[in-house]
């Protein structure tokens, strides 16, 4: 089954806003039985759509969570209460959290902190740019590796990999990367992974492809880019759009 997880970043700013266009997106899951669909507000709505998401077959997520459960971290978001709350999932190591200076290190706590709190962790990974040596692909194993550091093992069902190569994210990006770029990093990772959880493992870890993801590219990288999923930023805010492509993905069970 394939994964389809929303990231709203910071829109909309208003809670009529934010019911709307979930409303849009419940509509758009109606006989949706072959893909997984999980959509991350902003954290101050959460709760808000977790009161009116109903019978609707869709999960809700954080954007972040950080490395303890409660403290002294003002403006932090606690792992334990978007657990608490509803929550099933969370983003963790996006690059727009890495530009704030963000490093593997602290992702890697705040992964840690989320799976005790019983929360799937979509744990995001990608390169700044590409050079004609390939160094970005030693640049995602490390980023990887040291994301994972202290990942429990048996805890490996509530993990999700999203390559997010940081030049194809975000309205400024000049075009998404291809299916074959997306295929070749999910070699590498799938790689790095069976270095972590052996063989077995590694190739039940979903990974997703986000980055420009719109409802004509989607199939590409569900199909010949292999793609376990895809985490989808602005397109996820037009519920038409975004249904399509849960529709592009839910009929991947028919190949
Ligand atoms: C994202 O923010 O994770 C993302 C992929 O954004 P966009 O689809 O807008 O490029």
Known sequence: MKLIIGNWKMFPSSPKEAKSI???IKKGVRGVTHAKVIVCPPALFIST????????????????????DEGAHTG?????ALALIGATHVILGHSERRAMGETNKEVS??????????????????????????AYFNEVAMQLHSSL????????????IAYEPIWAI???AKRAATP????????????????YFGKKVAFTIPILYGGSVDDRNAEGFLKEGEADGLLVGRISLDPEKFSTIIHIANNFRKL
């Open 180 to 195: 074959s770029d997306c295929r070749e990093m999910s070699i590498l990772i799938r790689r790095e992974l069976t270095e």
């Open 109 to 134: 706590a705040k992964v840690v902190a989320a799976i005790r709190n019983k929360l799937t962790v979509v744990l995001c990974v990608g390169e700044k740019a590409r050079d004609e040596h390939g």
């Open 149 to 160: 550091e202290g990942f429990p093992k048996n805890e490996f069902k509530r993990l999700v």
């Open 170 to 172: 975000g309205a400024k």
């Open 22 to 24: 979930f409303n849009g």
């Open 76 to 80: 932090e978001t606690s792992p334990r």
């Open 49 to 68: 759509l977790i009161a009116i998401k109903a019978k609707a077959k869709i999960s809700i997520g954080g954007q972040n969570s950080s490395f303890e």
